[in-house]
Protein backbone atom coordinates (compact mmCIF):
# COMPACT_ATOMS: atom_id res chain seq x y z
CA UNK A 1 0.00 0.00 0.00
CA UNK A 2 0.93 3.37 -0.62
CA UNK A 3 1.09 5.47 2.94
CA UNK A 4 0.78 9.17 2.75
CA UNK A 5 1.70 11.12 6.01
CA UNK A 6 0.79 14.86 6.52
CA UNK A 7 2.40 17.77 8.27
CA UNK A 8 1.56 19.12 10.37
CA UNK A 9 -1.43 17.22 12.21
CA UNK A 10 -3.03 20.72 13.50
CA UNK A 11 -2.21 24.18 12.71
CA UNK A 12 -3.78 27.61 14.23
CA UNK A 13 -3.92 30.23 11.96
CA UNK A 14 -5.31 33.31 11.81
CA UNK A 15 -7.27 34.96 9.17
CA UNK A 16 -5.44 36.59 6.51
CA UNK A 17 -2.42 34.23 7.14
CA UNK A 18 -1.08 32.13 4.65
CA UNK A 19 -0.51 28.84 5.21
CA UNK A 20 0.93 25.42 4.04
CA UNK A 21 -0.14 21.53 4.41
CA UNK A 22 2.54 18.92 3.24
CA UNK A 23 1.06 15.62 2.50
CA UNK A 24 3.82 12.49 1.65
CA UNK A 25 4.15 9.91 -0.20
CA UNK A 26 5.64 6.22 1.13
CA UNK A 27 6.12 5.48 -2.82
CA UNK A 28 6.69 8.24 -5.45
CA UNK A 29 3.32 8.63 -7.59
CA UNK A 30 3.94 11.57 -9.97
CA UNK A 31 1.16 14.12 -9.90
CA UNK A 32 -1.45 11.36 -8.48
CA UNK A 33 -3.05 13.41 -5.83
CA UNK A 34 -6.23 15.13 -4.68
CA UNK A 35 -6.67 17.26 -1.75
CA UNK A 36 -9.95 17.37 -0.02
CA UNK A 37 -11.50 20.04 2.70
CA UNK A 38 -13.67 18.30 4.89
CA UNK A 39 -15.90 20.79 7.65
CA UNK A 40 -17.40 19.28 10.85
CA UNK A 41 -20.63 17.09 9.71
CA UNK A 42 -20.33 17.97 6.35
CA UNK A 43 -18.93 15.02 3.67
CA UNK A 44 -15.52 16.01 1.90
CA UNK A 45 -15.51 18.49 -0.98
CA UNK A 46 -12.47 18.19 -3.70
CA UNK A 47 -10.33 21.29 -4.13
CA UNK A 48 -7.46 20.04 -6.33
CA UNK A 49 -6.44 16.76 -8.28
CA UNK A 50 -3.59 16.42 -10.20
CA UNK A 51 -1.58 17.97 -7.52
CA UNK A 52 -2.07 21.27 -8.79
CA UNK A 53 -5.46 21.44 -11.09
CA UNK A 54 -7.93 23.74 -9.39
CA UNK A 55 -11.34 21.98 -9.30
CA UNK A 56 -14.58 23.81 -10.66
CA UNK A 57 -15.48 26.78 -8.26
CA UNK A 58 -12.88 26.43 -5.87
CA UNK A 59 -11.46 30.04 -5.13
CA UNK A 60 -8.10 30.63 -6.27
CA UNK A 61 -6.68 31.79 -2.74
CA UNK A 62 -5.80 27.62 -2.82
CA UNK A 63 -3.16 26.02 -4.92
CA UNK A 64 -1.35 22.45 -4.77
CA UNK A 65 2.28 21.61 -6.10
CA UNK A 66 4.50 18.56 -6.05
CA UNK A 67 5.68 15.58 -7.80
CA UNK A 68 6.99 12.74 -6.56
CA UNK A 69 6.75 11.86 -2.94
CA UNK A 70 6.22 15.35 -1.74
CA UNK A 71 3.35 17.83 -2.52
CA UNK A 72 1.63 21.02 -0.60
CA UNK A 73 -1.67 22.34 -0.44
CA UNK A 74 -1.27 26.24 0.39
CA UNK A 75 -3.83 28.55 1.10
CA UNK A 76 -2.37 32.36 0.55
CA UNK A 77 -4.80 33.92 2.90
CA UNK A 78 -7.16 32.44 4.74
CA UNK A 79 -10.82 33.15 5.26
CA UNK A 80 -13.36 32.44 8.03
CA UNK A 81 -14.90 29.40 5.57
CA UNK A 82 -10.98 27.52 5.00
CA UNK A 83 -11.39 26.61 8.80
CA UNK A 84 -11.92 22.54 8.17
CA UNK A 85 -9.68 19.35 8.02
CA UNK A 86 -7.81 18.84 4.86
CA UNK A 87 -6.81 15.14 3.81
CA UNK A 88 -4.76 14.24 0.49
CA UNK A 89 -5.71 11.23 -1.21
CA UNK A 90 -3.02 9.28 -3.87
CA UNK A 91 -4.85 8.31 -7.06
CA UNK A 92 -2.26 5.81 -8.95
CA UNK A 93 -1.96 2.83 -6.20
CA UNK A 94 -4.09 -0.04 -5.26
CA UNK A 95 -5.87 0.33 -2.28
CA UNK A 96 -6.69 4.09 -2.30
CA UNK A 97 -5.40 6.01 0.31
CA UNK A 98 -5.73 8.95 2.07
CA UNK A 99 -3.50 10.93 4.49
CA UNK A 100 -4.21 11.53 8.04
CA UNK A 101 -5.62 15.23 7.75
CA UNK A 102 -4.28 18.43 9.00
CA UNK A 103 -6.91 20.52 10.93
CA UNK A 104 -6.79 24.11 10.40
CA UNK A 105 -8.21 26.02 13.02
CA UNK A 106 -9.15 29.79 14.03
CA UNK A 107 -5.94 31.17 16.40
CA UNK B 1 -26.40 18.85 -11.00
CA UNK B 2 -25.38 15.43 -10.21
CA UNK B 3 -26.38 14.64 -6.61
CA UNK B 4 -26.00 11.05 -4.46
CA UNK B 5 -28.07 9.77 -1.38
CA UNK B 6 -26.95 7.36 1.11
CA UNK B 7 -29.69 5.50 2.24
CA UNK B 8 -30.19 2.01 4.87
CA UNK B 9 -30.25 1.24 8.37
CA UNK B 10 -28.78 3.77 11.06
CA UNK B 11 -28.54 1.11 13.32
CA UNK B 12 -27.16 -2.72 12.51
CA UNK B 13 -25.87 -5.91 15.41
CA UNK B 14 -23.21 -7.18 15.76
CA UNK B 15 -22.42 -10.16 13.58
CA UNK B 16 -25.51 -9.12 10.99
CA UNK B 17 -25.23 -7.38 8.02
CA UNK B 18 -24.52 -4.09 6.99
CA UNK B 19 -26.36 -2.78 3.40
CA UNK B 20 -26.69 0.83 2.14
CA UNK B 21 -28.33 2.08 -1.36
CA UNK B 22 -26.20 5.14 -2.94
CA UNK B 23 -29.40 6.87 -5.31
CA UNK B 24 -27.51 9.11 -8.32
CA UNK B 25 -29.82 11.71 -9.37
CA UNK B 26 -29.24 14.31 -12.16
CA UNK B 27 -27.09 11.90 -14.20
CA UNK B 28 -27.11 8.70 -15.52
CA UNK B 29 -25.04 5.81 -13.86
CA UNK B 30 -24.31 4.11 -16.88
CA UNK B 31 -21.80 6.69 -17.67
CA UNK B 32 -18.48 5.49 -19.22
CA UNK B 33 -17.24 8.90 -17.78
CA UNK B 34 -17.28 7.58 -13.98
CA UNK B 35 -16.59 5.06 -11.09
CA UNK B 36 -18.91 5.22 -8.01
CA UNK B 37 -17.20 4.45 -4.95
CA UNK B 38 -18.13 3.75 -1.01
CA UNK B 39 -16.05 5.64 1.51
CA UNK B 40 -16.22 5.64 5.54
CA UNK B 41 -15.39 8.01 8.24
CA UNK B 42 -15.14 6.26 12.09
CA UNK B 43 -16.43 8.98 14.98
CA UNK B 44 -13.44 11.62 14.99
CA UNK B 45 -11.11 9.57 12.61
CA UNK B 46 -9.93 10.02 8.73
CA UNK B 47 -11.25 8.64 5.54
CA UNK B 48 -11.30 4.86 4.55
CA UNK B 49 -11.58 3.93 1.15
CA UNK B 50 -14.42 0.90 0.91
CA UNK B 51 -14.44 -0.26 -2.86
CA UNK B 52 -15.56 0.82 -6.70
CA UNK B 53 -17.30 -0.41 -9.13
CA UNK B 54 -18.03 0.66 -12.51
CA UNK B 55 -21.46 0.60 -14.21
CA UNK B 56 -20.87 -2.65 -15.99
CA UNK B 57 -20.29 -4.38 -12.59
CA UNK B 58 -16.38 -4.61 -12.49
CA UNK B 59 -15.52 -4.13 -8.58
CA UNK B 60 -12.40 -2.97 -6.86
CA UNK B 61 -12.14 -3.54 -2.61
CA UNK B 62 -10.17 -2.54 -0.07
CA UNK B 63 -8.32 -5.68 0.92
CA UNK B 64 -8.69 -5.22 4.42
CA UNK B 65 -12.49 -5.32 3.80
CA UNK B 66 -13.05 -7.76 0.68
CA UNK B 67 -13.85 -10.92 2.75
CA UNK B 68 -16.86 -9.34 4.03
CA UNK B 69 -17.80 -6.99 1.18
CA UNK B 70 -20.03 -6.92 -1.94
CA UNK B 71 -20.82 -4.24 -3.97
CA UNK B 72 -23.36 -3.75 -6.60
CA UNK B 73 -24.70 -1.74 -8.75
CA UNK B 74 -28.72 -1.27 -10.87
CA UNK B 75 -28.32 0.71 -13.79
CA UNK B 76 -32.15 0.38 -14.29
CA UNK B 77 -32.47 2.30 -10.57
CA UNK B 78 -29.61 4.24 -11.00
CA UNK B 79 -28.46 2.96 -8.01
CA UNK B 80 -25.74 1.33 -6.34
CA UNK B 81 -25.45 -1.08 -3.08
CA UNK B 82 -23.18 -1.70 -0.50
CA UNK B 83 -23.23 -4.88 1.82
CA UNK B 84 -20.69 -5.62 4.47
CA UNK B 85 -20.96 -9.05 6.63
CA UNK B 86 -20.23 -9.81 9.99
CA UNK B 87 -20.09 -6.33 11.12
CA UNK B 88 -18.90 -5.25 14.63
CA UNK B 89 -18.47 -2.00 16.29
CA UNK B 90 -15.13 -1.23 14.40
CA UNK B 91 -17.42 -0.85 11.28
CA UNK B 92 -19.40 2.32 13.20
CA UNK B 93 -18.61 4.82 10.79
CA UNK B 94 -20.18 7.68 8.63
CA UNK B 95 -20.49 6.10 4.98
CA UNK B 96 -20.49 8.12 2.04
CA UNK B 97 -20.87 7.49 -1.62
CA UNK B 98 -18.88 9.33 -4.49
CA UNK B 99 -18.43 9.53 -8.25
CA UNK B 100 -15.18 9.03 -9.42
CA UNK B 101 -13.42 11.27 -12.11
CA UNK B 102 -10.61 10.65 -14.05
CA UNK B 103 -8.53 13.50 -15.12
CA UNK B 104 -5.69 11.27 -17.35
CA UNK B 105 -4.79 8.00 -18.35
CA UNK B 106 -8.44 6.90 -16.96
CA UNK B 107 -7.43 3.06 -16.07
CA UNK B 108 -8.86 2.20 -12.72
CA UNK B 109 -7.45 3.56 -9.99
CA UNK B 110 -4.90 5.68 -11.84
CA UNK B 111 -6.52 9.51 -12.17
CA UNK B 112 -9.55 8.85 -10.78
CA UNK B 113 -10.87 11.07 -7.84
CA UNK B 114 -13.85 11.66 -5.57
CA UNK B 115 -15.40 14.96 -7.59
CA UNK B 116 -19.50 14.44 -6.24
CA UNK B 117 -20.24 13.24 -2.68
CA UNK B 118 -22.95 12.34 -1.30
CA UNK B 119 -24.06 13.98 2.17
CA UNK B 120 -23.59 10.82 4.14
CA UNK B 121 -25.10 8.26 6.24
CA UNK B 122 -24.76 7.23 9.83
CA UNK B 123 -24.19 3.40 10.90
CA UNK B 124 -23.93 2.48 14.41
CA UNK B 125 -23.14 -1.45 14.74
CA UNK B 126 -24.53 -2.03 18.47
CA UNK B 127 -27.22 -4.77 19.85
Known amino acids: DIQLTQSPSFLSASVGDRVTITCRAS??????LAWYQQKPGKAPKVLIY???TLESGVPPRFSGSGSGTEFTLTISSLQPEDFATYYC?????????FGPGTKLDIK | QMQLQESGPGLVKPSETLSLTCTVSGGSISSSSYYWGWIRQPPGKGLEWIGSLYYSGTTYYNPSLKSRLTISVDTSKNQFSLKLSSVTAADTAVYYC???????????????????WGKGTTVTVSS
Open chain 1, 89 to 97: QQLIGYPVT
Open chain 2, 98 to 116: ARLACFTSCYYPRGYYMDV
Open chain 1, 27 to 32: LGISNY
Open chain 1, 50 to 52: AAS
